[in-house]
């Protein structure tokens, strides 16, 4: 089954808006949570983590907000631009154990000019 | 500054060959994964290990096994390629929880065709 559900599975954003993804997950055990970049051609890169003691980390122009009651948590990309069309993958994990991550299936970002 | 590095990123392959993937680390991390990235599925775990010797099927295993003799690298190995393994496979490497870590870093990934 599916633990980690990530949408939509694809946004289109003018240049300056802002994008939102969103992800759900079931395991409450989880306590780490990171959004992954992956531009075409390359494999992913950590962009920005959160854990469950905070409802908001902030990074420049990213944002995560987490809902642990909802068990949610969202990346939000404030003023985006065409570089920052890229595939986004939200994952979890739980530190207690070996700590394998958990992926979301991506969401494919377009930001037009 | 690169720190995960697969050994190909293009491969074309005949149906039946034996199919080696390499992955080398140079960050002395313990832990080691390979994934398959294919629209619409995301990033599949094929197989994962925690230390030397050791290693762990993930979701996907069949058609693969892996082999981990030294610490900084990971092979990946296709026995007997076929079309449907044609993918995007994905390495990568972190710390164990506790001990400083940060996630996984990834390598940037070979695409295989099997023809």
């Known amino acids: ?113 | 500054d690169v720190k995960v590095t697969q050994s190909s990123r293009y491969l074309v392959k005949r149906t039946g060959e034996k199919v080696f993937l390499e992955c080398v680390q140079d960050m002395d991390h313990e832990n080691m994964f390979w994934y398959r990235q294919d629209p619409g599925l995301g990033l599949r775990l094929i197989y994962f290990s925690y230390d030397v010797k050791m290693k762990e099927k993930g979701d996907i295993p069949e058609g693969y096994s892996v082999s981990r003799e030294k610490k900084e690298r990971f092979s990946l190995i296709l026995e007997s390629a076929s079309t449907n393994q044609t993918s995007m496979y994905l390495c990568a490497s972190s710390s164990p929880p506790g001990t400083g870590y940060n996630g996984y870093t990834f390598g940037s990934g070979t695409r295989l065709t099997v023809v």
Not at chain 1, 80 to 96: K, L, M, N, R, V
């Open chain 1, 1 to 113: 089954q599916q633990q980690v559900k990530q949408s939509p599975q694809s946004l289109i954003v003018q240049k300056g808006g802002i994008s939102i993804i969103n992800c759900a997950y079931e395991n409450t055990a989880f306590d780490y949570f990171p959004w992954y970049q992956q531009f075409p051609g390359k494999g992913p890169a950590l962009l920005i983590a959160i854990r469950p003691d905070v409802s908001e980390k902030k990074e420049g122009r990213f944002t995560i907000s987490f809902n642990k009651s909802a068990k949610q948590f969202s990346l939000h990309i404030m003023d985006s631009q065409p570089g920052d069309s890229a595939t986004y993958f939200c994952a979890a994990s739980e530190g207690g154990s070996q700590g394998n991550l958990i992926f979301g299936k991506g969401t494919k970002l377009s930001v037009k000019p």
